[in-house]
């Protein structure tokens, strides 16, 4: 089941922590940041990533992702649990859910029960991962989703939640449908900044050859949240990430565990505050053993220093 079915069919929705951003200084306070050391104290997971043991295990998955030294997690569906019981078992857990993942026909549609189930859950933000293929390739069809979105903002401001979109790579890919025009720098001009914030995924941004850097510095304060997963160049790699890429062009690698592959994420993570990010997500798409993979990621963002 690819990423946008998981999502388009999940049930809508879910206080999150802090305001103060998820990485934090070894010394003491009032000191230039960039003659400091500092590392990430609140590691999250975007549970896409367990996804396949959340069907049969949701609150023993959510329990081992929680031993594995996770603070935070982002969901993508509930598995036919109420907000309320997902709320109990992350108590339980010691875990808080600052954000979730929802289909663009729950923005559309459903927008209202999607705020109030967040509220319970404790989501501060909720995520838009995905526009379709059709409607990205219609004249007017990227404007039509900056419209939705600004609106959508709007309504989820007003219940005191915080909209957002997750990008992949297409985004970054110039779109006949806007004259040729990169579809996430069109986002990023036609979305409000209080309504729309943009949960960068960094794996699939740097695949598209484009630097995060670059646009920290051109939108700064743009991305409170952001993907973390590696890339591995590897010329004989069969899938073309189609899916991500908008592409069925051979893109010549592979997706990997966090510090396994070649994004520098020490440069990049020695800017998280001119970006903004508050919240830093693991996740793998298609991780060979699920609960390894993710502590493999845990373990070198808790020991990463920038």
């Known amino acids: 089941m690819n990423r946008r079915t998981f999502i388009g069919s999940s049930i809508a929705a879910t206080l999150a922590t802090a305001a103060k951003p998820a990485w934090a200084a070894d010394s003491a306070h009032h ?3 960039s ?23 949701f609150e023993g998955t959510i329990a081992k992702v929680a031993a594995t030294g996770y603070k935070e997690v982002e969901f993508a569906g509930y598995f036919d649990h109420s907000p309320k019981d997902v709320r109990a078992i992350l108590d339980k857990n010691g875990l808080a859910s600052p954000s979730c993942h929802v289909g663009y026909d729950v923005v559309e549609k459903k927008w209202p029960e999607t705020l109030e189930a967040a509220k319970i859950v404790g989501h501060s933000y909720i995520i838009c991962p995905w526009i379709d293929e059709k409607q990205r390739a219609e004249p007017g ?3 039509r989703a900056a419209d939705l979105f600004n609106k959508a903002g709007e309504a989820s401001k007003k219940a005191g939640i915080q909209f957002g979109y997750h990008n992949h790579s ?3 890919i110039p779109a006949d449908s806007l ?3 990169l579809p996430y720098d069109f986002l990023l001009a036609e979305t409000n900044p209080k309504l729309v914030a943009m949960e960068l995924d960094l794996c699939w941004i740097s695949v598209a050859g484009k630097d995060p ?31 991500a890429t908008g592409s069925s062009v051979k893109i010549g690698g592979r997706l990997a565990d966090v510090g396994q592959g070649s994004i520098d994420w020490k440069r990049i993570f020695a800017h998280s505050e001119k970006a903004g990010i508050k919240h830093y997500f ?20 808790h020991n990463l220093q920038f």
């Open 282 to 301: 693991v996740e793998n798409d298609e991780p060979k053993s699920a609960f390894d993979d993710i502590k493999i990621s845990y373990d070198y963002l």
């Open 170 to 172: 297409f985004e970054f």
């Open 31 to 33: 000191v230039d940041r």
């Open 179 to 181: 004259g040729g025009k």
């Open 35 to 57: 003659a400091v050391a500092h590392s990430i104290d609140r590691i999250g997971l975007q549970l896409y990533t367990v996804r396949e043991a959340m069907k049969t295990d």
């Open 141 to 143: 069809g990227w404007k």
């Open 213 to 243: 850097l670059a646009y920290f510095e051109k939108y700064p304060g743009r991305f409170p949240l952001v993907h973390v997963k590696d890339w591995i160049k590897d010329p004989n790699a069969t899938d073309s990430y189609k899916g």
